[in-house]
C-alpha cells in the first residue's frame, strides 16, 4: 500500500485534470495540497495550499491549511 500509486495517486490525476479546467479553484487546490501531503511532496503541497489561501483567503478550510503548512514547516 502507499507509494505513489493507489487512491492518492488517483486523486492527484483528477485534481490536476479539474485545475487545468479551473486553475482558480481554491478548493482544487486545497485538496491537491492534502493529496500531495500524505504523498510526502512537501513542496507541491505547500504551492497548492498557498495558493488556495491566496485565492479565498477566508476558506471554511483556511485555519487547516495554515496548521498544515505550519506543520510541513
Do not use: C, F
Not at 486545497?30 to 510526502?40: A, E, P
Request: charged share 25%; aromatic share 6%.
Amino acid at each position: 500500500m502507499g507509494g505513489r500509486s493507489g487512491i492518492y495517486g488517483v486523486a492527484a490525476d483528477l485534481l490536476q485534470e479539474a485545475l487545468e479546467k479551473a486553475p482558480d479553484n481554491a478548493t482544487y487546490h486545497y485538496h491537491i495540497g492534502m493529496v500531495y501531503q500524505k504523498q510526502k511532496n512537501i513542496a507541491d503541497a505547500r504551492k497548492h495550499l498557498q495558493r488556495a489561501l491566496e485565492i479565498n483567503p477566508n476558506a471554511p478550510v483556511a485555519g487547516e491549511i495554515r496548521k498544515t503548512l505550519k506543520q510541513m514547516g
